[in-house]
């Protein structure tokens, strides 16, 4: 089975690397001449609403699916005509669009900090006013990573904002007074069956995620996985999608969906019996899902800007080394490390172990 995968970065190459044993090949169609994902299968140089090789990619591959979420609407629906598409084109629309994925959260009665859409800089004064200070301010679409987004604290703050963000649709957010942060990695196949990953606790430096821990009974598991659950069935949804949550008063609210694999799943490779690469390649091929189960004790330390020394890396017991092949650059995700612990404590030592090798800009 051929897979054509619209992005050829570093998700798109990790989904190869699950997909290979699987007896699948894939085609990566991103514009990048230097695709991180190349190394690992065709690699589709265009832009992503170029129409003559987005036929070309269809007729080529079994089916299509993503690694990012921000491409052009008119893209999928293009695709669509000629292949299968996963997830889908209506998946897709909600989750690239802060409003419309937030609209989604309050019409299926989960939790998500109060929110308003913002189409000038009077909507904002409105809002700022109605929702108070502080807040953040985020672009509707194109967000990663912290960025299109800021947080208004005072009046100051809230005059040209708008402006500042590029005078583009935003939606503003009441601030959350989070005691922590947690995403929820689900999968579901064509024919509706639904599995989830353990809640990941996630922390963030400079609005890139940093480390992500993975628990073991979580006492919040069963609600993540009711609000995911609504969300996986409402959508029709097909592949792996991630929920990021804020932990506040002891109960979730929902922050963002990504309807893709995860950074904060990455653990699952070495952590877990099936990873979210191959449960995502199963779930849109229409094979069987894999168990999510987690092996020992998991955490994922992220690499930006440089991979330390790969010897000193994988020195370290229980660390997986996973180099991307990226230019190193500041602020770019340029690989990471999974470790996988028998204890709690293990884990703990060896997390300390990988941060002393990452050199802090
Ligand atoms: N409403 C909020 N209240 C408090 N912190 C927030 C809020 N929204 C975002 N943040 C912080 O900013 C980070 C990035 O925001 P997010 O909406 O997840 O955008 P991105 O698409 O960049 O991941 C979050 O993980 C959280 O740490
Ligand atoms: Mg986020």
Redesign the pocket.
Known sequence: MKIGVIGGGQLGRMLALAGTPLGMTFAFLDPAPDACAAALGEHLRADYDDKDHLRRLADEVDLVTFEFESVPAETVAFLSQFVPVYPSAESLRIARDRWFEKSMFRELGIPT?EFADIQSQADLDAAAAAIGLPA?L?TRTL?????G?KVLRTAADVAGAFAELGSVPCIL????P?SG?VSLVAVRGRDGETAFYPLVHNS?EA?ILRLSVASSNHPLQQLAEDYVGRVLAKLDYVGVLAF?F?EVDGGLKA??IAPRVHNSGHWTIEGAECSQFENHLRAVAGLPLGSTAKLGESAMLNFIGSVPAVDKVIAIEDCHLHHYGKAFKAGRKVGHATLRCPDRATLDRQITAVESLIERG
Do not use: A, R, W
Request: net charge negative; hydrophobic share 25%; no cysteine.
């Open positions: 900090p953040v985020k967000g990663y990573d912290g960025k987004q957010e009441g601030f959350v989070f942060e963030h609005g990021e804020f922050n963002e």
